[in-house]
T-cell receptor, first 110, second 114 residues
Framework: DAKTTQPTSMDCAEGRAANLPCNHS???????VYWYRQIHSQGPQYIIH???NNETNEMASLIITEDRKSSTLILPHATLRDTAVYYC???????????FGAGTTVTVRA | DADVTQTPRNRITKTGKRIMLECSQT?????MYWYRQDPGLGLQLIYY???????NKGEISDGYSVSRQAQAKFSLSLESAIPNQTALYFC?????????????FGPGTRLTVL
């Protein structure tokens, strides 16, 4: 699987959009970009995934650059409950093992 | 995810004891997984099962065993617990019918081996 690079940490004001970047410059054509988050010691929570088109669901939006070498997860209106470690993962379909890197620790402040 | 439940949520046990962690899911998924997470570290895959009769070892299966009692139930056993098995344990499920095989996790079991 391609390696990902994320900032170690970032702060966000409550009510504002949180933009989380991820670099995956070695991504292959059949690899998807996935985002999960983990709120302290809870089970990892699936957020969103995409291949090359931008995706949106009830939790977030995923913007993937045209060359697919980077992506941005957008939480449109961050709340205190969005404070968590966010993981960007690149994987091929049916890769049964999820590999989480260090992730980005996002702190939403009131 | 409330569709994936794990019991117990917390367990403290002693070295040498046999422990069973249970996972149940109502998502109708055929694939189930057991991971462990040590403090500040990522997930390590212990075992995975693609259906009731298909069980496979993951990265760190030594000291663990599993049982897939039904499509919805997947149990993890520590035959003789040791202190370095103290960790968070997560169960996950996925649907082989979904092309990208997204995994959904349970709330976890915090296991402490004294």
């Amino acid at each position: 699987d391609a390696k990902t690079t994320q900032p170690t940490s970032m702060d966000c004001a409550e009510g504002r959009a949180a933009n989380l970047p991820c670099n995956h410059s070695t991504i292959s054509g059949n690899e998807y970009v996935y985002w999960y988050r983990q709120i302290h010691s809870q089970g990892p929570q699936y957020i969103i995934h995409g291949l090359k088109n931008n995706e949106t669901n009830e939790m977030a939006s995923l913007i993937i650059t045209e060359d697919r070498k980077s992506s941005t997860l957008i939480l449109p209106h961050a709340t205190l409950r969005d404070t968590a470690v966010y993981y960007c993962i690149v994987r091929v379909p049916y890769d049964y093992k999820l590999s989480f890197g260090a992730g980005t620790t996002v702190t939403v402040r009131a | 995810d409330a569709d994936v439940t794990q019991t117990p949520r917390n367990r403290i046990t002693k070295t040498g004891k046999r422990i069973m962690l249970e996972c149940s899911q109502t998502k109708g998924h055929d694939r189930m997984y057991w991971y462990r997470q040590d403090p500040g570290l990522g997930l390590q895959l212990i075992y995975y099962s693609f259906d009731v009769k298909d069980i496979n070892k993951g990265e760190i299966s030594d000291g663990y065993s599993v049982s897939r009692q039904a499509q919805a139930k997947f149990s993890l056993s520590l035959e003789s617990a040791i202190p370095n098995q103290t960790a968070l344990y997560f169960c996950a499920t996925s649907d082989s019918g979904e092309y990208t095989d997204t995994q959904y996790f349970g709330p976890g079991t915090r296991l402490t081996v004294l």
